[in-house]
């Protein structure tokens, strides 16, 4: 079954960085564009980035724009989240998603996503 496992998170100081990782199998990743979801404690879940099948398309949320970079690597079947300066606000767990795709377009909705990881936390203190 498809399985997407994501990795990188940790505990980290206000302004420093993390690189997320999510791992796919069982899928053609190529087929799929792929996106970065957060739910932190008590708040609802909240779309952070999206990618592309080909990686040629991005778009992030307002709050995460000037700081984060969403990138793929389809030989690898991974995607990433580059995130900089985080701020305690970042404090979230932090998913992944996949979602099939007939054209070269990004997917902001997470109700649109087919399958998810299980989450990796992210821990921004101040």
């Known amino acids: 079954q498809v399985q997407l496992v994501e990795s990188g998170g940790g505990l980290v100081q206000a302004g420093g960085s993390l690189r997320l990782s999510c791992a796919a199998s069982?899928?053609?990743?190529?087929?799929?564009?792929m996106g970065w979801f957060r739910q932190a404690p008590g708040k609802e879940r909240e779309f952070v980035a999206a990618?592309?099948?080909?990686?040629?398309?991005?778009y992030y949320a307002d709050s995460v724009k000037e700081r984060s970079t969403i990138s793929r690597d389809n030989r690898k079947n991974r995607v990433y989240l580059q995130m900089n300066s985080l701020k305690p606000e970042d404090t979230a767990v932090y998913y992944c998603?996949?979602?099939?795709?007939?054209?070269?377009?990004?997917?902001?909705?997470?109700?649109?996503?087919?399958?998810w990881g299980q989450g990796t936390q992210v821990t921004v203190s101040s």
């Open positions: 069982a899928l053609t990743f190529s087929m799929y564009a």
């Open positions: 998603a996949a979602v099939r795709t007939y054209d070269g377009d990004y997917v902001k909705r997470g109700y649109e996503y087919d399958y």
């Open positions: 990618i592309s099948r080909n990686g040629g398309s991005t």
